[in-house]
């Protein structure tokens, strides 16, 4: 499956392995902040193996390791993590931030 959101191409692809399937998702960053959106994905889809096991990971679990995995893909990126840690400070939930 594939679409653009905001000018950005994203993609789900999953092909079956044994016992199960893989999932390969793609989103080509090119004007957005990329440590920040890499981590923003990898928030939202470190929730699906609960949800898929029957279980739930809250906002608050799901958002507490944030800003150490924010730091590791500013470090691997090269770029500026400043943006990221303003956003974290306004947006995550205090245990988070």
Avoid: K
């Amino acid at each position: 499956m594939t679409w653009s959101l905001g000018g950005q191409s994203q993609s789900f692809e999953l092909v079956e392995e044994s016992g199960g399937c893989r999932l390969t998702f793609t989103h080509v960053i090119d004007d957005l902040p990329a440590a920040q959106t890499a981590t923003g994905w990898e928030i939202y889809l470190s929730r699906l193996e609960p949800h898929l096991a029957g279980g739930h990971l809250s906002d608050e679990e799901a958002h507490g390791s944030w800003r150490e995995i924010h730091e590791l893909y500013a470090r691997s990126f090269g770029v500026d993590p400043e943006p990221g840690r303003r956003w974290a400070e306004q947006n995550l939930p205090a245990e988070a931030v």
